[in-house]
């Protein structure tokens, strides 16, 4: 059982970031929906439930979700369910129950980069950049491949325009961890095929995308692209399936998945 | 650290430990409707509702209801029964381990979703599991219930 020795609550994200810095057992609080599961012994932990951070904002040229948004809230959110096909919400419903998507934030899972996400791969499909307090804006698809480091994550953004997404995701069971899923999205045919939960965290698959890309949409392509993800990619055996096997399910779910935004009328 | 919090309509402040999970604070307020089962967040039997939103108290930090209101299915008596009778007489309750958390998600799935059909009512419940009835029942249950009879 994880045990925390004192809770701080800041007002500001510079008193967070200070408190952060200033203790080596001090520790960023998310969700915390899986904190019972590990016997972490937290010194410091901050909780950032007064910064304000928990609104999904639509503003001029990009949706803003706040790092303590809910999986629940960008599930019922009009705007997000409204651009990229509802890729979002109908990504996070997959996950577990109503009562755990009321606990468990964008922040938490995003910045601890977690392998098994069915949140992290849509947003690489849609190019989505993260805000940390010390790191400042950059794309998600940089973020990721940094090593860890103490820091907030305060936003994501993502672009509003066009962009079709789709998402498809192989569970053994409806509130299991997914085998693996994949994201795909268009945008003035510019693909990005994105698989996660391989079970590493999700990686855009370039080649795949780029054969996409080449603007021939035929049924040929589609199953050439899908297979060049699945060779591209690595793949890891875990307790939920072999690399093989998801090797295999790589090439159906990214042929669906291109398949289903094919089919998709422009917003 | 002390929160404040409305517990069942009831404004009370309480002591805590930084790290003291809600079911546990609740629990220790005589509030026994509250399972504990399976460690996980996965089961749904633990399920209150944190203004309003059904949330797994196993895994809600106390801290975090201060100034909220909770509500267990002490606080909804009326309406609690009213379904509990008929997930009896539909055979669903069986051994009744799991039906405080899953009336309290039944009745907040009544407040948030005006006529859900049998697909949305399968998918707001997923996180609410049950041991004995394979939830044929509870699926006649909560239709007849929803529909008035």
Not at chain 1, 91 to 111: D, L
Not at chain 2, 15 to 42: F, K, N, V, Y
Not at chain 2, 59 to 68: D, N
Not at chain 2, 121 to 133: A, D, M, Q, V
Request: aromatic share 6%; hydrophobic share 40%.
């Amino acid at each position: 059982m994880f045990t925390i020795n004192q809770l701080v609550q800041p007002e500001t994200i510079e008193e967070a970031a200070a408190i952060l810095a200033a203790n080596k057992s001090s520790m960023i609080l998310g969700g915390c929906a899986f904190m019972r599961l590990g016997a972490q012994k937290i010194g410091t932990a901050i909780d950032l439930s007064k910064l304000g951070l928990d609104d999904i904002k639509e503003l001029d040229d990009e949706i803003e979700i706040g790092a303590m948004a809910t999986f629940r809230a960008v599930e019922t959110d009009p705007v997000l369910n409204e651009y990229f096909n509802g890729v979002l919400p109908k990504a996070v419903s997959h996950i577990m129950g109503v009562q755990f998507r009321n606990i468990a934030t964008v922040g938490a899972t995003v910045f601890s980069k977690y392998g098994f996400s069915d949140l992290i791969t849509p947003l690489l499909a849609l190019d989505a950049e993260v805000e940390l307090f010390n790191g400042g804006r950059m794309p998600l698809t940089e973020f990721l491949d940094k090593p860890p480091a103490k820091d907030i994550l305060t936003r994501v953004m993502i672009k509003k325009n066009q962009r079709q997404a789709g998402y498809q995701n192989l569970r053994k069971s409806t509130t299991d961890y997914p085998v693996l899923n994949v994201a795909v999205a268009n945008l003035q045919n510019q693909w990005r095929i994105v698989v996660g939960a391989r079970p590493p965290r999700a990686k855009l698959a370039a080649q795949a995308s780029a054969a996409m890309s080449k603007g021939n949409h035929s049924a040929e392509n589609i199953e050439q692209a899908a297979q060049l993800a699945a060779e591209e990619l690595s793949f890891g055996t875990n307790m939920r399936g072999t690399a093989d096997y998801r090797r295999a399910m790589c090439r159906v779910l990214v042929k669906r998945a291109v398949t289903g935004v094919l089919q998709c009328r422009s917003k | 650290m002390q929160i404040e919090v409305t517990i069942n309509n009831k404004k009370t402040t309480l002591e805590i430990e930084p790290d003291e999970l809600l079911a546990d604070t609740l629990r220790a307020q005589g509030l026994l409707s509250i399972r504990q089962a399976c460690d996980t967040s996965g089961c749904g039997l633990c399920t209150v509702w944190i203004d309003g939103q059904p949330t797994l108290s196993c895994s809600t930090l106390s801290f975090r209801v201060h100034g909220k209101n909770v509500t267990t299915i002490e606080g909804v008596p009326e309406e609690a029964e009213a379904f509990a009778r008929v997930l009896a007489a539909e055979g669903a309750d069986q051994c009744g381990f799991c039906s405080p958390g899953f009336i309290m998600t039944v009745l907040a799935m009544k407040n948030e979703l005006p006529n859900p059909s049998e697909a949305e009512i399968k998918h707001y419940l997923t996180g609410n599991l049950c041991r004995c009835t394979g939830y044929m029942g509870q699926m006649r249950a909560i239709k007849k219930y929803l529909g008035g009879e």
